[in-house]
């Protein structure tokens, strides 16, 4: 896999693309309310990703993508670029839901850049997307520790504010859950 230090230029040109997606998503999803609110998560991907690669024509970003999906995390990367998609929808009319598990055990190496792509397929139906640990709001443990997304999440109050480590010192620790089990104690 081939990564880049991604500048400001890539990460523009990404977010551009993100956006072109998002508008696309919602001019169809206006067209056609029932198909987009009775997708499976799995068929959501599809469609972003196919979505994805028709906004990137004559981008940077062109040929790109890819769908990796399945239990590997984020489902969708630019290998050229070292960015990638974690793909997330509801049918409910609220803008959370529960994340990755806080160990990222199936994370894809040397994809530094995360973005959470999310539909809220409900009416009205929506598309947002966010710099991935920009809407980590919290821990939820489940059978693993696994983060709670809000896309509505306020600067300064991600679980990394709490916790006063960032995102990537979290995931390249050791014991990515120490300074959490650590914060959830007080």
Not at 3 to 14: A, K, T
Not at 28 to 50: A, D, H
Not at 53 to 80: A, C, L, N
Not at 131 to 140: G, N, T
Request: with cysteine; proline share 4%.
């Amino acid at each position: 896999m081939i990564v880049s230090n991604s500048d400001l230029g890539d990460r523009v040109g990404f977010e551009n693309v993100l956006n072109t997606t998002a508008s696309k998503l919602m001019y169809e999803s206006k067209r056609n309310i029932e198909k987009y609110k009775g997708l499976q998560p799995v068929q959501f991907e599809k469609l972003v990703m196919k979505i994805l690669e028709d906004s990137s024509v004559g981008t940077d970003f062109e040929r790109s993508f890819e769908h990796i999906s399945g239990q590997r995390f984020p489902d969708i990367i630019s290998e050229k670029f070292g960015y990638g998609i974690e793909v997330k929808k509801t049918i409910s009319n609220h803008w959370v839901t529960l994340g990755n598990s806080i160990m990222e055990g199936n994370r894809v190496d040397n994809v530094d850049n995360i973005y959470l792509f999310f539909g809220k397929l409900a009416q009205p139906i929506e598309f947002k997307y966010r710099p991935y640990e920009d809407c980590l709001s919290d821990v939820v443990i489940s059978h693993s520790p696994r983060y709670f997304v809000d896309m509505n999440l306020s600067q300064g109050e991600t679980i990394f504010s709490k916790v006063g480590k960032s995102y990537n010192d979290i995931r390249k620790s050791k014991n990515p859950f120490q300074p959490i089990k650590k914060y959830l104690r007080k």
